[in-house]
Nanobody
Framework: VQLQASGGGLVQAGGSLRLSCAAS????????MAWFRQAPGEERECVAA????????YYADSVKGRFSISRDNAKNTVYLQMNSLKPEDTAIYYC???????????????????WGQGTLVTVSS
């Protein structure tokens, strides 16, 4: 499956953005999906993940209550709604997917073998 992330941009603190991850090549209905981000000089971290059944989600503490991951299997797309953005949310955001990945592992980037190209989110103060 090929993943294409989009929706990044420049936004003021307190604003919102919605990232999209469009999949092609095969259906992601059986895929656990996640959003990772990497800020300059920092390691890549998982900010949100959703299991392939759609019934379990994970959020990093730093984004809990502000970010929301969702999926539309009919559109073969996963979204990350980001509200109340802060300057520390500035990073390149990547979507990732892997088939039938267990909740035990879906926060771990090395478990994913399908990655989008990344989209830059810049939050100004």
């Amino acid at each position: 499956v090929q993943l294409q992330a989009s929706g990044g941009g420049l936004v003021q603190a307190g604003g919102s953005l919605r990232l999209s991850c469009a999949a092609s090549g095969r259906s992601i209905s059986g895929y656990s999906m996640a959003w990772f981000r990497q800020a300059p000089g920092e390691e890549r971290e998982c900010v949100a993940a959703m299991n392939w059944r759609g019934g379990s989600t994970y959020y990093a503490d730093s984004v809990k209550g502000r970010f929301s991951i969702s999926r539309d299997n009919a559109k073969n797309t996963v979204y990350l709604q980001m509200n109340s953005l802060k300057p520390e949310d500035t990073a390149i955001y990547y979507c990732a997917g892997n088939a039938y990945l267990s909740d035990i592992y879906y926060r771990q980037q090395h478990r994913y073998n399908n990655w989008g190209q990344g989209t830059l989110v810049t939050v100004s103060s």
